[in-house]
């Protein structure tokens, strides 16, 4: 399974990004696929993901300004994020797994497989 994440930037605070993660070698269309994001010398933090069924879910500090899709005929998963603040300034990082429940899509244990990570900087 490899996932390859693309997109990061350096942006000014209010401008936007749009992130791509392509996953191959599993089942994409039953797949559950997160962006998680760690700021330096922070923890992990669940960002954004989206079930097979398409159901999304967003981390409270992200809500109404990040928006992630998945595109199942190219196996991707974006996440466009709008009105970007300097808290957003992290490495930025997409999982996928096949078994996670509902309750599951913001434990970053659950996720088996992991891409790359791409830096994203917003700073004035």
């Known amino acids: 399974v490899q996932l390859q994440a693309s997109g990061g930037g350096s942006v000014r605070p209010g401008d936007s990004l749009r992130l791509s993660c392509e996953v191959s070698?599993?089942?994409?269309?039953?797949?559950?696929v997160a962006w998680f994001r760690q700021g330096s010398g922070k923890d992990r933090d669940f960002v954004a993901g989206?079930?097979?069924?398409?159901?999304?879910y967003y981390a409270d500090s992200v809500r109404g300004r990040f928006t992630i899709s998945r595109d199942n005929t190219k196996n991707t998963v974006d996440l466009q994020m709008s009105n970007l603040e300097p808290e957003d300034t992290a490495v930025y990082y997409c999982?996928?797994?096949?078994?996670?429940?509902?309750?599951?899509?913001?434990?970053?244990?659950?996720?088996?497989?992991w891409g790359q990570g791409t830096q994203v900087t917003v700073s004035s």
């Open positions: 989206i079930r097979y069924n398409r159901h999304t």
């Open positions: 999982a996928a797994g096949t078994t996670l429940i509902a309750s599951s899509v913001t434990s970053r244990g659950q996720y088996p497989h």
């Open positions: 070698g599993l089942t994409f269309r039953s797949a559950t």
